[in-house]
T-cell receptor
Framework: EAGVTQFPSHSVIEKGQTVTLRCDPISGHDNLYWYRRVMGKEIKFLLHFVKESKQDESGMPNNRFLAERTGGTYSTLKVQPAELEDSGVYFC???????????FGPGTRLTVT | GENVEQHPSTLSVQEGDSAVIKCTYSDSASNYFPWYKQELGKGPQLIIDIRSNVGEKKDQRIAVTLNKTAKHFSLHITETQPEDSAVYFCAARSPPGGSYIPTFGRGTSLIVHP
């Protein structure tokens, strides 16, 4: 069974530019989560989808971040316009319906210069 | 909200030694405590977890202990091997109805020297 995949693995953009991160969860997993880890700090929750609906987006830093999950399959996280403080590793995780174990993807390392 | 403190940030041991990573949490409602291992180039992977009705859990060379009164929990790795080298994260989570999203510690970089 394929795990959670994320694309790209690395992205380097300039301040003010736009970047879109993609996450493909494990097939059949209703729950999809986005997290971010700034270097040396904790993994912080950004938002949670149940199928295509946003269940909890309390961790989204501001309105420069937009997440979508059309059709309840893959999800995208767009940052527009990117700021220096957006740099970090963005993880996606998925889990089956309910509150089961979350399976993490390898992450996208975003560097804003 | 929940706050999880994790120590140490870096831990260097010789192969065969034991390693201990400690975490404290603030929310007494938290009842689920997973530990994740993140190897280079990969995402965090659940390695062991413990629920608040249990004081200790063991799986081969790894064990977790939980002290609910003191609100701290620890990961113990015995007979460490080079492949144990990774970043380890502790987390705490409240039951459904509260916040079901885990709150993570800052991670511990474990280095096992051959």
């Amino acid at each position: 069974e394929a795990g959670v995949t994320q694309f790209p693995s690395h992205s380097v953009i300039e301040k003010g530019q736009t970047v879109t991160l993609r996450c493909d969860p494990i097939s059949g997993h209703d729950n999809l989560y986005w997290y971010r880890r700034v270097m040396g700090k904790e993994i912080k929750f950004l938002l949670h989808f149940v199928k295509e609906s946003k269940q909890d987006e309390s961790g989204m830093p501001n309105n420069r971040f937009l997440a979508e999950r059309t059709g309840g399959t893959y999800s995208t996280l767009k940052v527009q316009p990117a700021e220096l403080e957006d740099s970090g590793v963005y993880f996606c995780a998925s889990s089956p319906a309910g509150f089961g174990e979350q399976y993490f993807g390898p992450g996208t390392r975003l560097t804003v210069t | 909200g929940e706050n999880v403190e994790q120590h140490p940030s870096t831990l260097s041991v010789q192969e065969g030694d034991s390693a201990v990573i400690k975490c404290t949490y603030s929310d007494s409602a938290s009842n689920y405590f997973p530990w994740y291992k993140q190897e280079l180039g990969k995402g965090p992977q659940l390695i062991i977890d413990i629920r608040s009705n249990v004081g200790e859990k063991k799986d081969q060379r790894i064990a977790v202990t939980l002290n609910k009164t003191a609100k701290h929990f620890s990961l113990h790795i015995t007979e460490t091997q080079p492949e144990d080298s990774a970043v380890y994260f502790c987390a705490a989570r409240s039951p459904p109805g509260g916040s079901y999203i885990p709150t993570f510690g800052r991670g511990t970089s474990l280095i096992v020297h051959p």
